[in-house]
């Protein structure tokens, strides 16, 4: 059996990372699935899911900095849209996350967080949550 959840985001800024993980943890109640997979996946190619600290908004704040240096906003891009560094980021972070359901819970880290990272916004933004018992 699987099911599948979707829901909308509208992210704040050029880059963003917004912890998603509340909605996740709500599809998989909706779901009452006990032990399962779950998968989050995003239909974009300028942003990505991470999964990441979520105690310290300092972990945020240093990887969208060192990130943006890594990959500058302008480097002498072809791309027309010129929007280039968006999605280098958002393949080199991918685009869904895999994570264990057990006990009707996320087995995620105490300090895990699901991410939607932003690279292009703001836009409103669709996140998908794959739900497989199993
Ligand atoms: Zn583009």
Sequence with gaps: MSKLYSFNIKTPQTTAMIDITGQVREAIKASKVMNGICHVFIPHTTAAVTINENADPDVVRDFLMEI???????DGYHHMEGNSAAHIKASLMGFSETIIIEDGRLLLGTWQGIYFTEFDGPRQRRVHVKIIEG
């Design 68 to 74: 943006n240096k890594v990959i500058p906003f302008d």
